[in-house]
C-alpha cells in the first residue's frame, strides 16, 4: 500500500516531539481498535492544555456513514467537550494523513496544529496529493508536522490490508476434490479466519492485539476444534494478550482430506510451522490438550490436561472421520510443560496468565 513516513516539514514544532510521540501513540490505540472491529485502522485524538479531549476510530462500514472518520469523530467530540465549534489552542493528532473531508473540518475549526503518522499518497492532502493547509486562501490557523510513528502507523494498515487479501484470497478458494468442506450452516459459533495450505483451507480463530506482549497458540487434539478454547479466549485477550487457535486440517471448520493416508504427524507439524510463519506469531505460548501436535517452535508449553472432547458439529458423512482414525495412531507428545493447568476454563487461564506473565514481551 502507499504509506510512508513523511518528510518532517522545517516549520514543524520540534521542542514537542516528544509529547507528540506519547499523543500518537493514544491514536495507535484507537486505530487498533478500529482494526479489530473490521474498519480500516486510523485513530485520532483532539488534545488540549496536556489532555485528551476527544477521540476518535475510523468507523464508516459499521455505522453506513462515509463522514465516520477518526478525525471527524474527535473533531465532534472535541468541540462538545468545550462547547464550542472552534476549537482554539488544540492539536489534533491522527495515524494517517488526513483526507480532504476531514482536513476541511480541521480549517473550520481553526485548529493549532495536526500531527500525522504515516503519509497517504491516495487520498492525503496534507502534502501528499496536495496540501490544503499550505494554501493561504484558506488557512491561516493551522500548522501541521508528518511523520510521527509512521512506521508504526504504516505497519498497522499494511498488516489489515494483507490480512483482507489473504482472508478474500481463502475464501474464494475451490475445495480440493480429494477433501471435504464442512457447511458452515452446521456450526452455531461464528467463523473466525481462513487460510489455505496445500489448497486446503484452515480455519482459525485470531483474537486480540497484533502486537500483544504475548500471544497464545491453542492447539486442539483429535477429534476436538479451536471452540475446546472458548472458556480461556476472553481471558487471555482481558490480559491483553493475542489468542490464535486454528482448526487442524481434517477438524472443525477446516478444509478435511477424504483418505486417512493425508494425515501424517510430520505433515501436521509442516502445516502448523507454516500457520505460524504466515501469521508472524512471536512471543508465543503454546497451549495443548493432551495428544495435541505442536509444531517445531521454540515456545514455553502449557498443558491443559482436560482431553479433546467429541465435537458437536455434526458432519454429514463418513469421511469427516478420516483425521480422528488416522490421529488415533500418532504418538503421545510428551514435551514438557512449563505449566500444567486441570481444563481450559477461565480460572485455569486466569492462573496462566498470571504464570506465564514473565514471558511477555517487555
Ligand atoms: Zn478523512
Known amino acids: 500500500m502507499a504509506y510512508s513516513a513523511y518528510p518532517e516539514s522545517?516549520?514543524?514544532?520540534?521542542?514537542?516531539?516528544?509529547?507528540?510521540?506519547?499523543?500518537?501513540?493514544?491514536?495507535?490505540?484507537?486505530?487498533?481498535?478500529?482494526?479489530?472491529?473490521?474498519?480500516?485502522?486510523?485513530?485520532?485524538?483532539?488534545?488540549?492544555?496536556?489532555?485528551?479531549?476527544?477521540?476518535?476510530?475510523?468507523?464508516?462500514?459499521?455505522?453506513?456513514?462515509?463522514?465516520?472518520?477518526?478525525?471527524?469523530?474527535?473533531?465532534?467530540?472535541?468541540?462538545?467537550?468545550?462547547?464550542?465549534?472552534?476549537?482554539?489552542?488544540?492539536?489534533?493528532?491522527?495515524?494517517?494523513?488526513?483526507?480532504?473531508?476531514?482536513?476541511?473540518?480541521?480549517?473550520?475549526?481553526r485548529l493549532a496544529r495536526v500531527v500525522f503518522g504515516a503519509a497517504d499518497a491516495k487520498t492525503g492532502v496534507a502534502g501528499s496529493v496536495l496540501d490544503l493547509f499550505a494554501e493561504p486562501r484558506l488557512n491561516h490557523h493551522t500548522a501541521v508536522r508528518g511523520g510521527v510513528l509512521a512506521d508504526?502507523?504504516?505497519?498497522?494498515?499494511?498488516?489489515?490490508?494483507?490480512?483482507?487479501?489473504?482472508?478474500?484470497?481463502?475464501?474464494?478458494?475451490?475445495?480440493?476434490?480429494?477433501?471435504?468442506?464442512?457447511?458452515?450452516?452446521?456450526?452455531a459459533s461464528p467463523a473466525g479466519h481462513y487460510l489455505c495450505i496445500d489448497g486446503l483451507r484452515l480455519h482459525y480463530l485470531d483474537e486480540g492485539p497484533r502486537d500483544a506482549p504475548l500471544t497464545w497458540l491453542c492447539l486442539h487434539a483429535s477429534p476436538a476444534w479451536s471452540e475446546a478454547w472458548r472458556g480461556m479466549l476472553p481471558v487471555f485477550t482481558q490480559a491483553g494478550h493475542r489468542v490464535v487457535a486454528p482448526d487442524l486440517i481434517g477438524f472443525g471448520r477446516s478444509d478435511k482430506p477424504k483418505k486417512e493416508a493425508v494425515h501424517t504427524l510430520a505433515w501436521h507439524q509442516r502445516v502448523l510451522a507454516e500457520f505460524v510463519q504466515r501469521l508472524g506469531l512471536r512471543h508465543?505460548?503454546?497451549?495443548?490438550?493432551?495428544?495435541?501436535?505442536?509444531?517445531?517452535?521454540?515456545?514455553?508449553?502449557?498443558r491443559v490436561l482436560e482431553g479433546a472432547q467429541d465435537d458437536a458439529a455434526p458432519f454429514p458423512d463418513a469421511?469427516?472421520?478420516?483425521?480422528?482414525?488416522?490421529?488415533?495412531?500418532?504418538?503421545?507428545?510428551?514435551?514438557?510443560?512449563?505449566?500444567?493447568?486441570?481444563?481450559?476454563?477461565?480460572?485455569?487461564?486466569?492462573?496462566?496468565?498470571?504464570?506465564?506473565?514473565r514471558y511477555a514481551r517487555p
Open 284 to 302: 508465543v505460548v503454546l497451549a495443548a490438550q493432551p495428544g495435541a501436535v505442536l509444531p517445531p517452535l521454540e515456545a514455553p508449553l502449557l
Open 152 to 187: 508504526d502507523c504504516a505497519a498497522l494498515l499494511q498488516g489489515f490490508f494483507s490480512e483482507r487479501r489473504s482472508a478474500r484470497r481463502a475464501q474464494a478458494e475451490p475445495l480440493r476434490e480429494d477433501a471435504l468442506r464442512t457447511p458452515e450452516a452446521r456450526f
Open 319 to 357: 469421511g469427516h472421520r478420516a483425521a480422528p482414525r488416522a490421529f488415533a495412531r500418532f504418538g503421545v507428545n510428551d514435551a514438557p510443560p512449563a505449566c500444567t493447568v486441570p481444563d481450559a476454563s477461565a480460572a485455569s487461564a486466569q492462573r496462566a496468565v498470571e504464570y506465564f506473565a
Open 10 to 109: 522545517a516549520s514543524s514544532y520540534q521542542m514537542q516531539s516528544y509529547d507528540d510521540t506519547a499523543w500518537m501513540r493514544e491514536a495507535l490505540a484507537l486505530a487498533r481498535e478500529a482494526a479489530q472491529a473490521g474498519e480500516v485502522p486510523v485513530g485520532a485524538v483532539v488534545v488540549k492544555d496536556g489532555a485528551v479531549i476527544g477521540r476518535g476510530r475510523n468507523a464508516p462500514v459499521a455505522s453506513h456513514d462515509p463522514t465516520q472518520h477518526a478525525e471527524v469523530m474527535a473533531l465532534r467530540e472535541a468541540a462538545r467537550h468545550l462547547g464550542n465549534y472552534r476549537l482554539d489552542g488544540c492539536t489534533l493528532y491522527v495515524t494517517l494523513e488526513p483526507c480532504a473531508m476531514c482536513s476541511g473540518a480541521m480549517l473550520h475549526a
